[in-house]
Every structure is written in structure tokens, then in C-alpha cells.
């Protein structure tokens, strides 16, 4: 399996890609960058949706548009009138640095997206919450250094989160009608495993193993994550790949981002491709990206 180039963008900090399955595009992220784009698959001209500060994640919102985090909250984003609209409270705002990063919705709507400590020398100051329709934002985790991955189980019995300096993939217990989550255990062990990067995007397949974006790392791995196992490795052609999403008609196209934030620029000279956003078939079909609910 090896990836092919998506798009024609070299992006800053590609992240928090997801599939509108309707509308059959892509909508990915440049966090540090501050935009939101749109691919449309066999079209490498990928269209900027939105300038966003720090935008973290896009997801697709039920009733039109998107669902963004950026800096200190939750956005609703109009794709006609390009307006940002509060979902939430500010949080975190006595940390300056700190940021909202990735985020994802669950089956039954949530909005899930957590924090990280936005200073190069990275403490546990950041956070989990959840968002749900009527509800305030509540927050789920705390100690929390850089808030990535999430995913669900096809059964909706398990949720999947990584905070990337521990170098683990954490599983929950999770309830589909109340959103508890309980029990975590760690799935996967970088360290133990003896995996290059640490992981940091994911997305999960319909027999329900685990894909991983390895940052630092240059790859994404398939996992069990009943045993723990490796499954499968694909090689990208950036080693900052930092997330990982289903996508495609048949939902079998694996969809990868990438940056070029923090590589020397000798470095960046000789890998082109960094930065970019890739394509590959994943040979087995994922699960489809959820839209928010509210
Ligand atoms: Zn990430």
C-alpha cells in the first residue's frame, strides 16, 4: 500500500480530516496555518473553506455546514456565509497557550475534542470535553499534555483516545445513549512496541481494528486493539503524519495529513512532500465520519 499525493497543498499543519459522505468531500484542517479546506477526491486544487485561527478540527454538522475548534471554543462554521458562530463557552482562557486540537463526533452526535498545552515545553495542562446538543460543554478528562486520536467500536461499545506524549492508545467503556465513558486501558504501547513517533490521529475500520497516524513516525499502522497487535504498516512519505480518515465512495480510501511545522527547511528541501495530504486504499472499508448533532 503506499500512498499517493491528494492535493496540490503543502500545508503547515494538516490535521482533523473527516468525510462528508453526502457531499462526498473531505474537509481537513491547517491548524497553525489557520484554514479550513475542502477536497474533492481526483481533484488535487483543494478549496480553502474558511480562514480559522488555530483551527483544531472540522467535522460535518447535521442541517448544514461545519463544526470547528479553534483556540479557546466550539464553532458552528455557515458554508455559505462563512460566519463563525460560538458553540460553547471560552475555556482554559487563564492559559493562553493552550489550544483546542483535535476533535470528532460519536454515533449518537457528540461532539468530542480536547486541549493541549500550546508551549514547545508541553505539561498535562490541557483537557477532554464533550459537547451535546442542549447541553453546556463538559469536561471528561483532565491532565491531559496533547489531545488527539478518538474513535468508536462498529458494536459502540468502546471509544478510542490518545493523549500523544504517553505513547498509548487508550480504550473507554462508552455508552452510546449517555456518552460515559469508563475504564480506561491502554490498546496499544508505542514504547513497548517499540514504534518510531508517537501516535496521533486515528480512525477506525469496519471490522474494527485501529489506524494510526504516527507522528514523528513517517507511517500509518493497522492495530487489533483486542490483542494489541500490529496488523499492518503503510509508509508515508512525510514523517510528520499526524491523522487518518475513511473516505472515498465505498468508504475504503484512507485518507492521510501531514506537516511541515518544525522540520528544517534542508530537510523540507528534499522531501517535497511534506506537508501534503495523501490517498491510499486501506483494502478493508472504515467506518463512516459522524456529523455533529446540534
Ligand atoms: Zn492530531
Known amino acids: 500500500m503506499i500512498p499517493e499525493i491528494a492535493s496540490n497543498l503543502r500545508v503547515e499543519l494538516g490535521e482533523g480530516p473527516s468525510w462528508d459522505a453526502e457531499k462526498k468531500v473531505l474537509y481537513w484542517v491547517d491548524i497553525t496555518g489557520g ?34 475548534a479553534s483556540q479557546h471554543g466550539l464553532y458552528g462554521l455557515d458554508l455559505e456565509t462563512k460566519a463563525l458562530t460560538p458553540l460553547t463557552e471560552q475555556v482554559e482562557t487563564d492559559r493562553a ?14 461532539f468530542w475534542a480536547g486541549t493541549m498545552d500550546g508551549r514547545p515545553t508541553r505539561s498535562p495542562i490541557g483537557a477532554f470535553y464533550v459537547l451535546e446538543k442542549g447541553r453546556k460543554l463538559k469536561k471528561v478528562l483532565s491532565d491531559i499534555t496533547v489531545s488527539n486520536g478518538m474513535g468508536w467500536s462498529p458494536d459502540n461499545k468502546t471509544m478510542y483516545y490518545i493523549d500523544s506524549p504517553t505513547r498509548k492508545v487508550s480504550a473507554f467503556d462508552y455508552a452510546l445513549s449517555t456518552g460515559e465513558i469508563k475504564n480506561r486501558r491502554t490498546v496499544v504501547d508505542f514504547a513497548q512496541t517499540q514504534q518510531q513517533g508517537n501516535p496521533d490521529g486515528m480512525a477506525v475500520d469496519a471490522e474494527g481494528m485501529i489506524w494510526v497516524a504516527h507522528w514523528g513516525g513517517g507511517r500509518v499502522t493497522r492495530w487489533n486493539p483486542s490483542t494489541g497487535k500490529l496488523l499492518d504498516t503503510i509508509i508515508v512519505p512525510a514523517d510528520q503524519s499526524s491523522s487518518c480518515c475513511f473516505g472515498g465512495d465505498n468508504l475504503d480510501e484512507l485518507y492521510i495529513t501531514s506537516a511541515r511545522k518544525g522540520i528544517d527547511p534542508k530537510i523540507l528541501a528534499a522531501k517535497p512532500l511534506t506537508g501534503a495530504l495523501f490517498v491510499v486504499k486501506a483494502g478493508v472499508r472504515g467506518l463512516p465520519t459522524n456529523a455533529f448533532d446540534g
Open 35 to 68: 484554514a479550513v479546506y475542502v477536497h474533492t477526491p481526483n481533484d488535487p486544487n483543494d478549496k480553502l473553506v474558511q480562514r480559522v485561527k488555530d483551527v483544531g478540527c472540522a467535522v460535518p454538522r447535521k442541517g448544514g455546514g461545519l463544526a470547528v
Open 97 to 110: 497557550e493552550n489550544r483546542f486540537n483535535d476533535g470528532k463526533c460519536d454515533p449518537a452526535g457528540r
